[in-house]
């Protein structure tokens, strides 16, 4: 099936005879236990479009195939073999179904033992989450990083235009003040886009043409990811479409995840998820938009033969290493050819210090990019809302809480057949350093500080 078919299929649920992962040499810790490896129930899950892919495309196949140890092929642990299955609703809608976002009458869902987001839940949501507890406990909730993936900025030039830069010819480049210009509202033209000798030209183009701004209607992790890092580049207020005056960081999650400036009188998106983003851009000439860089390029509608450079869609090269280069989302740029997201040794800061947080039982939602890294800039992460004592929750069981802590230690692990290592090629980037050895720890439990993982 084609990729663009799957990911545009937001209702469909992708399942796929899978087995857990090992108990094999570790502990779910005091406060948390699992059954033997692979002898967990079916469970589903739901939420980012962020992860769509990684999930229906790395994750849960190899999770149901590979000879990794921590996989459930059917001749690890128990031997056997539950079905892991997640429906791409966005992240919003992810949060929303666990009680997020003041959704009182959506406390907790039983159905969905996992939930995707690349909108980490921030302190009052993951209260919100917690009080859907029978008994409450707080720390229960884990926000695990199992991906980064790279937020990219698609353009879709005024009608009759190609451009050119100094560095990357067939394409304009970014720097990081006109991109926070472009969606704040002070750079409203294409003729002011003059970075690095950018240029418009061709039969009837009007590099005076308007910017059109394209947002997603739903809450989405890209925009969270983005608005943040814009906050680093320009800390200053701006009169929101609601009539208030916020930061960047203010309207980057939560109910305020969809509120953009008035001045750039955003055009939302008539249906919710990223293909929908990706589409408008590419049918609305004098455009701008963004989104995670996998589902990008399997939309095909960036890349060659219908985009890329010297056409007029394609996705930007922004600048890194406070304006020393221009760098491109992609390894291998913008070509039709899957590659890695350009995120490997990204730095996360929470605008201020490097981060992350001490460990999954925190919340991560400060988690941004430095504007100074050696490559692509605009990158993020993107999180399975777990828990470390499933039984805390009405409707649970242990062997739910087997099944994810298996599948999410495949996810994590990084040797050969595991799921960090099956990533290569998909346009993510494997997670590295302390996020991923925080990562580990919160799935598995850690023996040496006695920390429980997710379990029961």
């Known amino acids: 099936m084609d990729r663009k078919k799957r990911i545009r299929a937001t209702g469909v649920v992708c399942t796929l005879a899978a087995v857990l992962v090992s108990a094999v040499g570790f502990t779910a810790g005091a406060e948390a236990s699992v059954g033997t490896q692979c002898s967990g129930s079916n469970v589903t899950g739901q939420g980012a479009s962020v992860l769509s892919l990684a999930l229906h495309e790395v994750f849960i196949p190899g999770f149901g195939t590979s000879s990794d140890a921590y996989a459930c092929s059917g001749s690890q642990g128990s031997k056997g073999l539950p079905v892991v299955a997640y429906t791409n609703t966005g992240s919003g809608a992810g949060l929303k179904s666990w009680g997020a976002n003041g959704e009182s009458e959506h406390k907790y869902e039983a159905t969905n033992a996992f939930i995707g987001t690349s909108e980490a839940p921030n302190a009052t949501q993951k209260a919100e989450i917690e009080a859907g507890e029978s008994t409450l406990t707080p720390t229960t909730l884990q926000t695990i990083p199992v991906v980064q993936f790279a937020d990219a900025i698609i353009v879709n030039l005024p009608s009759g235009c190609t451009a050119t830069s100094t560095s990357n010819k067939g394409r304009i480049v970014l720097s990081q003040k006109t991109l926070e210009g472009i969606w704040r509202g002070t750079i409203n033209s294409w003729s002011e886009v003059t970075d690095n000798g950018d240029t418009l030209s061709g039969t009837g183009c009007n590099p005076a043409t308007p910017i059109t701004r394209i947002v997603r209607e739903d809450s989405s992790g890209t925009a969270h990811f983005l608005k943040k890092w814009l906050g680093q580049i320009n800390g200053a207020t701006f009169l929101t479409e609601k009539g ?66 010297n056409t007029a869609t394609f996705w930007a090269p922004i600048q890194n290493k406070a304006g020393e280069s221009y760098a491109d989302p992609a390894k291998n740029k913008d070509v039709a050819a899957e590659s890695e997201a350009n995120c490997s040794k990204t730095e996360y800061t929470n605008g201020e210090t490097a981060f992350p947080p001490a460990s999954v039982n925190d919340p991560w939602n400060e988690v941004t990019t430095s504007t100074t890294e050696a490559k692509y800039p605009l990158c993020g992460l993107a999180f399975v809302l777990a828990f470390n004592k499933y039984s805390a929750f009405p409707g649970t069981s242990e062997p739910e809480a087997t099944t994810v802590e298996n599948f999410l230690s495949y996810a994590l692990d990084t040797k050969s057949g595991g799921g960090q290592a099956n990533l290569k090629g998909h346009d993510y980037e494997p997670l590295s350093g302390t996020v991923l050895k925080e990562a580990q720890s919160g799935v598995r439990g850690a023996k040496k500080t006695g920390a429980g993982g997710t379990g029961f």
């Open 244 to 309: 208030a005056n916020k930061t960047w960081n203010e309207v980057s999650e939560g109910t305020e995840n969809t509120t953009w400036p008035k001045a750039i009188d955003a055009v939302k998106t008539a249906t919710k998820g990223e293909a929908a983003e990706d589409e408008l851009v590419a049918k609305t000439a004098g455009s701008i938009g963004f989104g995670n860089l996998a589902e990008i390029r399997a939309g095909k509608l960036f890349t060659p033969p219908g985009g890329g450079p």
